[in-house]
Nanobody, 125 residues
């Protein structure tokens, strides 16, 4: 069983930056694709960024392209989400996810279904 613990959320003004971290324990971190999802009140959970096990392949939702960067450090069992130029519409609870690969993560038909507890990001206007 894999445990995922997010950190780094908080309150920031529009245009500001935050870096989220997700530390994994258990399992084999460097065999998983890792992703960041978010869920705003009244909206469905959506994937915003994902990275393959090697970090070579990445995916970004159109709404965050050019502003967010996902990265991972397999030696530290940690995945990061650098969020720049934040907007009020980025306000949500952000969740870390581990899956077998990026297409499975995006398809919404999980095979591993490992999730963190979430961290709140609030962007004020």
């Amino acid at each position: 069983q894999v445990q995922l613990v997010e950190s780094g959320g908080g309150l920031v003004q529009a245009g500001g930056s935050l870096r989220l971290s997700c530390a994994a324990s258990g399992g084999t971190f460097n065999s998983y694709a890792m992703g960041w999802f978010r869920q705003a009140p009244g909206k469905e959970r959506e994937v915003v960024a994902a990275t393959s096990w090697s970090g070579i392949i990445t995916y970004y939702a159109d709404s965050v392209k050019g502003r967010f960067t996902i990265s991972r450090d397999n030696a530290k069992n940690t995945v990061y989400l650098q969020m720049n130029s934040l907007k009020p519409e980025d306000t949500a609870v952000y969740y870390c996810n581990a899956e077998v690969n990026i297409p499975t993560m995006r398809a919404g038909r999980p095979r591993l279904d490992y999730w963190g507890q979430g961290t709140q990001v609030t962007v004020s206007s």
